[in-house]
């Protein structure tokens, strides 16, 4: 279990430093004497520079090993939070953010790599009815921690608790996870990197962007252009290269593109929705910050117990149903919220929420593991990677296509306070989406993934027995 235990803190850490950063901008702008507005740069650097080291992280683990290259992107991680807690002025604290997405950009794959490499599909499964929890946990606590970490100590606390945490797996990793050899994965691909990595930055910057800024400005039209035109150069390029950085190829196996689209689209109606209620709570019916995070925080209760079920489901009816029935579900609950106005008591918004959890609960573990069923221990790696630069992806366009849908369903004269009518309407269109990925799901083509978890060789052949083979390093 010393995998899942790393696996399980680096995962929580780089998940509360994405969301806690937040709360502590207002702190942060008084002592620099700036604006909260004039931070922006803090909140979206990370992100950014999240995604332009990606690409570079499976290389890295087949190059190197993903324990090396996971230990050392955890020093570098817990080095920079570090640095962040000790700057001088938001320049200093810009360019220390930089460097805390960019190591969490190694982190998320080398983890996952690490995972998929070390245990087989049956186990995954078990594995991941526990790894769920600090994916869970983790985003619903960062906001009251770092009010906590503001309030009794600085904001210069909000990054220094990422030591306590952090320092106590790198230790245990050096100590007790197994050595893994790398393996020579061919000549660097430098063009590879430059295009993917500044296709992502510009894509990202403008999806981040887009909703403040507005999608008609110029430096969003500009980024979202030049990133969409050096995206297709990089595809172009990565497919005509022997030993491409992003192995994209990968998705030609129907399973793993599949799963991957899934976790794309389906990420914009559940991430949407959790960025969607405290808006609605705290902006549209005037609750406060409290009564918000009380009243969300039950979807989290909800996936935790749908995923132990769907560990037991995963092997017995294959991830197809469980994952179809999962995004029909999010999308009658999002129905449901549609309901909600200002006479809707704070008891029923968290049932709805603790029911949209159960929801949730049926898809990110089953197209996690059913992504990787046919894929070679080769380019496990690789596999991790894409997943990553997808599930990144999908995490951020879910709140650009909830503020957008406020925006267009909100009249220009109460542009500053959008009725409850708007949220209504932003519940209703995360609702359709959910439906058509639901859809999508049921003709998932899941016969491999069901002979993996079983545990047979009819799927994949050898792929399975390489699994095997490597859980016992």
Known sequence: MVVPVVCVAVTFIAIVDGAITTVALPSIARQFQLTTAALDGVVVVYPVCLAMAIPASA????????????????????????LCGAAADLGQLVVYRAMQGMSAGVLFPASAALLFSTFNSSDQVRISRHMIIPQQIAPAAAPILGGLLVDHLSWRWVFYVNVPVGLPALLFGLVFLAEQRGRR?????????LLSAAAMAGLMFGISEGPNRGWSSVSVLASLSVGTALLAAAVLVELRTTEPLLKLRLFADRLFRDTNLINLVGLVPM?????????????????????????????AFGVLLTVQI???????VG????????MAGVGAVLLLLATCDAHTSLWT???????????MGGVFMPTTVASIARIGRQDLAQASTLNTVVRQTGGALAPAAVTT???????????????VAAYQHAYLVLAAIAAVTSVFAF???????????????????????????GAHH
């Open 271 to 299: 991430l949407g929705a959790m960025y969607l209620g405290p808006l609605f709570l705290q902006q549209g019916l005037g609750r406060t910050a409290l009564e918000s995070g009380t009243s969300t925080f039950p979807e």
């Open 310 to 316: 769907a560990g037991v489901l995963y092997v017995r």
């Open 405 to 419: 849908a406020l925006v267009l369903s909100t009249p220009a004269a109460a542009a500053e306070a959008p009725p």
């Open 185 to 193: 994965p061919g000549r660097f691909d430098l063009p590879g990197l």
């Open 319 to 326: 991830p197809r149903i469980i994952i179809g029935c999962g």
């Open 443 to 469: 003709l998932l083509p899941d016969g491999p993934a069901r002979a993996a978890a079983r545990g047979t060789t009819a799927a994949s052949g050898p792929v399975q027995a390489e699994r095997r083979a």
């Open 59 to 82: 290389w890295l683990v087949e190059r190197f090993g993903a324990k090396r290259v996971l230990l050392v992107a955890l020093a570098g991680f817990l080095g920079s939070s570090v």
């Open 349 to 359: 918004f968290r049932v709805y929420m603790f029911l949209f959890g159960i929801a």
